[in-house]
């Protein structure tokens, strides 16, 4: 089993649309949760972090968290063109101050 | 905004030779790590640093790489005897306290080993 699973796309959305991307993790001792935007030839960016149950918004972003089902999602409203990358979802491993561990990513395509 | 800075962006080299690849991490962030991503795939962890010593590396990180944080700025990544398999875009990151608090990429270099 796979240790973060993203589905990879491409997601496509009309501007101004709600984007809603998907997570999955396998370990259940995982505590902290993040988002990373990735454009193409960069290096990752963080967006959100979340490390309790629920939503968390920033902005146009929202992150919710269920460790029950081992899901994390990111919901963007208003979906801009400038939004359109890669977005990385990456899970701490169980010990503290280890690794994060990546998805693949899911890459999104917002259309103007 | 402080940022992780690594040079060069883009290295070339041959196969078999050594290579090293530099950062400067954010100067109040204690944590280090070094990831690649080959071209398509996924972003891998490599190695994590702390207190000077390594905390966690992956099954990638073999007897052919190395850390070493040889003042109290830089933080690099030695690749004794390159294979074609290395060619990879590797990135630095840096942390205020471990990965609770995600970390901060640099802007990676681009290794080519031909």
């Known amino acids: 089993q796979k240790e973060v699973e993203q589905n990879s796309g491409p997601l496509s959305v009309p501007e101004g649309a709600i984007a809603s991307l998907n997570c999955t993790y396998s370990d259940r001792g995982s505590q902290s949760f993040f988002w990373y935007r990735q454009y193409s030839g960069k290096s990752p960016e963080l967006i959100m972090s979340?490390?309790?149950?629920g939503d968390k918004e920033d902005g146009r972003f929202t992150a919710q968290l269920n460790k029950a089902s081992q899901y994390v999602s990111l919901l963007i409203r208003d979906s801009q063109p400038s939004d359109s990358a890669t977005y990385l979802c990456a899970v701490n491993k169980r010990k503290a101050g280890t690794a994060l561990i990546f998805g693949k990513g899911t890459t999104l395509s917002v259309s103007s | 905004e402080p940022e992780v800075t690594q040079t060069p962006s883009h290295q070339v080299t041959q196969m078999g030779q050594e290579v090293i690849l530099r950062c400067v991490p954010i100067?109040?962030?204690?944590?280090f790590y070094w990831y690649r991503q080959i071209l398509g795939q996924k972003v891998e962890f490599l190695v994590s640093f702390y207190n000077n010593e390594i905390s966690e590396k992956s099954e990638i990180f073999d007897d052919q790489f190395s850390v070493e944080r040889p003042d109290g700025s830089n933080f690099t990544l030695k690749i004794r005897s390159t294979k074609l398999e290395d060619s990879a875009m590797y990135f630095c990151?840096?942390?205020?306290?471990?990965?609770?608090?995600?970390?901060?990429f640099g802007s990676g270099t681009r290794l080519t080993v031909v």
């Open positions: 990151a840096s942390s205020e306290a471990g990965t609770n608090y995600g970390y901060t």
């Open positions: 979340i490390y309790s149950n």
């Open positions: 100067s109040n962030h204690l944590y």
